[in-house]
């Protein structure tokens, strides 16, 4: 895969990862401003469980494609803690942390991603990637 594309995959993961987060911070804000929306029949576990099977691969492909090219391990350290911060909160993390405990370990795991493949993008946008 090129260069291209794989900088596209960092964008999309990263906007996977920033939406992750928009809805954990606007979603309880918008219900108390639209209460019909709870009328909705979209259950936030079924959410955060279709974005992580969104995030994983884009995040995973994007990750090892610039990887092999900088050789930067931070980024991989980065991007696996918030791959599987993201993927044991969205199955295990209500039950474990409650509803804050899982927005604050979603947040968090969001933030490593993001920051993963900012770095990730960076670097491949710089010379290293030539």
């Known amino acids: 895969m090129n260069k291209p594309a794989q900088i596209l995959l960092d964008r999309l993961a990263i906007t996977g990862s920033a939406l992750c987060a928009l809805h954990c911070i606007a979603g309880p804000m918008l219900l108390v401003l639209f209460p019909s929306l709870l009328a909705l029949p979209v259950d936030d576990h079924f959410y955060h469980i279709l974005m992580v099977w969104f995030v ?16 930067d391990p931070m980024v991989l350290v980065l991007a696996f803690f918030g791959i599987i911060g993201l993927g044991i909160t969205a199955i295990y993390g209500h039950d474990l942390l409650g509803e804050t405990g899982e927005k604050l370990a979603t947040l968090a795991a969001s933030f490593l991603l993001v920051f993963a493949h900012w770095r990730n993008y960076s670097l491949c946008r710089n010379d290293s990637c030539k």
């Open 56 to 71: 994983i691969p884009t995040s995973s492909i994007a990750v090892l494609l610039g990887c092999t090219r900088h050789k």
